[in-house]
């Protein structure tokens, strides 16, 4: 019985390679990368509660006030916070989850197969789809209920809100890929990664009003991707009046999608070349 | 189609100046399984690393299935099945159950075997919907050898399959092997354990200090069945023991000595492989 099974042995077996289609590939690190997420119910807990909680601890303490320009703080907070979100969906999950994954062999083991390489990313592509898009949906939901949230009532917003959204975490997706080659194991990841998060939410404008923030600390915000989605998002949910508290007095939509463009493109490009399958202890 | 799995000629590789293989030779027949032994540091693991295509080689000629690994293509690796010595992603907060390892692994390859008649084969039948981490050692080990052996490869590298295991499960799982070879299967092995090896390895070759030693089979390895063989009885006066080249002789002398009855506690012994093995390696006797 082993023998017909494994049938190794078979001269005749096919002289030509058809490998399986790169979309069923696709489908499977999908699957893969969904069932180990929802089954690990305190990271699943974790993502969703944890930009929640934060909505809800900040929006009770501020959330009667307005900002300059006649807003409700919630309207401004909301809007970072979803920035936020889409930032540790991508960013935060990938920077820490790739990794542990290298210290544990699994991306050896899949080295080893001939799995296209670029099936492994599409796996995590989709999930940080997945977690975005519940994540956005609680927060909005929450916002609406809690803190008054008015959402966009024209499609040219929620067509911003889609492109911003969408190009975001497709640059943040490439930044995390790429930071991971220079994290040195799964346990120094989060000791590396999640400082990089906090600190750019201070300074892009998520918990405070970035019109406020110092100069030379909008300055530095201004090179990461963090600083141009809340921005993005700013513009979904604020009145266009408010655009007179911007840097630019605009909501500089162009170079919104240039810089993000940017991290994706120069993200990608590091990440090609510099992916690791096996971690530095393994040779 | 060759009749050689693996031709190695000259394989260098260097690590901050200290070779960890130094002029390797080695040629592994298709269908055999063929074990690797040598001490830890002896680049064991080194060079099953480049067979395998995971690192690059300082010099020397590989040819694996005929291609060079450090070139390898999808084609190719649908070809080999690897075990890895250490991974922990099975036991690492993974939530797919068995199957769902073992069906989402066959997915990558052009012409898998069913995923159940791999868990069936490996002997996990009934955890099939149990979660990794939730398997022994023993039981993530063999859903290791489905996952490698799940896409019907030409060649199976085993790199230290059976660390661990108690000795029940390390029978069971060298039935396995067994069923594996018969099949046709080339295996190369690589393990600490020689009676491991002598059970299932067709050759044996020792590796020391980055070299090949010796290579044969099991039972003349190191020149083991021409070996002198130590008789030991235990006299009116005590034990004796008697070394000699014809220990049949001796021990009809014997027979004949204690009139035709049982010689106390009489025992022929031949060199062991691991005797004949710590003595190429330079080890204690």
Redesign the interface.
């Known amino acids: 019985m ?2 017909e ?7 005749a ?2 002289t030509d ?4 289609s790169l979309l ?2 696709y489908r ?2 999908a ?2 990368e969904l ?2 997420f929802v ?2 119910r305190e990271a699943v807990v974790f993502t969703f509660a944890f930009p929640v909680l934060l909505l809800v601890i900040f929006g009770a303490v501020f959330g009667r006030q307005d900002v300059d320009g006649g807003v409700k703080f919630a309207q401004v907070f909301v809007a970072g916070m979803i920035a936020a979100g889409l930032f540790a969906s991508s960013f935060q999950n990938l920077g820490i989850a790739i990794p ?2 290298r ?4 991306l ?2 899949l ?6 390489p670029s ?1 492994y990313f599409v796996g995590k592509i989709a999930l940080v789809a997945v977690v975005a898009a519940v994540q956005q949906v609680l927060l909005l939901a929450v916002g609406v209920l809690f803190y008054g949230l008015d959402l966009p009532d024209d499609g040219s917003r929620w067509l911003t809100y889609l492109w911003v959204g969408v190009l975001g975490i497709s640059a943040c997706t490439m930044f995390g890929i790429a930071a991971t080659a220079f994290v040195k194991n799964g346990r120094s990841a989060p000791a590396v990664i999640s400082p990089i998060a906090i600190v750019l939410q201070f300074i892009s404008g998520v918990f405070f009003v970035f019109a406020v923030l110092p100069q030379w600390m909008q300055t530095v915000a201004a090179f990461f991707p963090l600083k141009w989605m809340t921005q993005g998002m700013r513009s979904v949910f604020l009145p266009d009046d408010y655009q007179s508290q911007e840097p630019a007095g605009s909501w500089e939509h162009a170079r919104i999608a240039l810089v993000l463009g940017l991290w994706l493109v120069g993200g990608l490009l590091v990440a090609v070349r510099t992916f690791r399958w ?1 971690n530095k202890a393994d ?1 | ?1 060759s009749d050689v799995a693996i031709r190695v000629s000259g394989l260098q590789k260097t ?1 901050q100046g200290r070779a960890a293989v130094d002029g390797l030779d080695l040629t592994v027949r298709r ?1 055999e399984v063929f074990s690797l032994l040598g001490p830890n540091g002896a680049g064991k693991s080194t060079t099953v ?1 480049i067979l ?4 690059s080689r300082d010099g020397g000629d590989v040819a694996v299935l005929g291609h060079d690994p450090a070139e390898a293509t ?2 190719w ?2 070809r080999i099945g ?1 075990v ?1 010595q ?4 099975l036991a ?5 159950t068995v199957r ?1 390892w073992v ?3 066959a ?5 898998p ?2 995923p159940d ?2 868990i069936e ?1 490996v002997g996990l039948a009934d955890k099939r919907d149990a ?1 990794s981490s939730s398997l022994s050692g023993g039981q993530r080990r063999r859903l290791d050898v489905a ?1 490698g ?1 799940i ?4 060649l199976l590298f085993l790199d230290e399959p059976t660390t661990g295991f108690d000795p029940e499960a390390r029978r069971q799982f060298w039935g396995l092997i067994e ?2 070879a ?5 295996i190369l092995l690589t393990t600490h354990y020689l009676d491991e090896a002598e059970r299932l390895a067709d050759r044996v070759a020792v590796i020391n200090a980055g070299r090949i030693i010796e290579v044969g089979a099991p039972a003349t390895l190191g020149g083991r069945a021409t070996a002198a063989a130590t008789v030991r009885w235990i006299g009116a006066d005590g034990p004796h023991e008697l070394t000699t080249d014809e220990p049949t002789r001796t021990v009809l002398e014997l027979a004949a000595r204690f009139g035709g009855g049982e010689v106390p506690e009489l025992v022929v012994e031949r060199p062991s492989l691991e005797d004949v093995y710590l003595r190429m390696i330079g080890g204690p006797e």
């Open positions: 082993t023998a099974l494994i049938g190794a042995a078979t001269p077996r096919a390679y058809r490998p399986p069923s590939v499977v690190r699957m893969v069932k180990t089954r690990e542990i994954e210290d544990s062999g699994a050896k083991r080295a080893g197969t001939p799995m296209p099936a096996r040779g | 189609m690590y269908g690393e395998e295509g995971y690192r999808a084609e690796k649908a690897i890895l250490r991974v922990d992603d690492q907060s993974s939530e797919l769902e069906s989402s692994v997915a990558y390859f052009p012409d075997m069913r008649d791999a084969l979660r996952l052996i896409g019907r490869p030409e069923s594996l018969d099949a046709g299967t080339t």
